[in-house]
């Protein structure tokens, strides 16, 4: 989202330790809560801030896991954005980007995201042929 999704909460750039920090925090706290996997998307790696961290997180097909009601309840946010799927939600003053994968779709998800801007691009010229390039 680019660390623009919330419209009513006070969220600002983080240097790359305290990116990579947060992330595995959370990460962690993913797989203590949930048992889910998840992966830092790390795009431009030579950034010096970052205005919010991409967090996949793996789905396996059988689970019912609510992401909203995780987030509420184990985050309690000041907000909640939804766009998509995506749910971008304040931590830390950092705008952090749930980005649900179901896992039968995890590794053209990890394609896409690792390879920005190309996965943009490419997606833009398949809407050109209404095809889509993602992972749904």
Known sequence: MGGRALKNTY??????????????????????????????LKCYHTKETHGDLDLLIKIPLNCNVDIKK????????????????????????????????????????????????LGNILGKSYHKFNLSYAWK
């Not at 950092?94 to 801007?117: L, S, T």
């Open 70 to 117: 995780y987030v509420e309840n184990s985050f309690t946010p000041n907000e909640i954005f939804s766009n998509g799927g995506v749910y971008s939600f304040n931590h830390q003053d950092f705008q952090i980007d749930f980005i649900p994968i179901n896992e039968d779709k995890w590794e053209v998800a990890q394609v896409y995201g690792f390879y920005d801007p």
């Open 11 to 40: 969220t600002e750039r983080k240097n790359t330790d305290e990116f990579l920090r947060i992330g595995k925090e959370i990460q962690h706290k993913l797989l203590t809560d949930l048992k889910l996997d998840s992966i830092i």
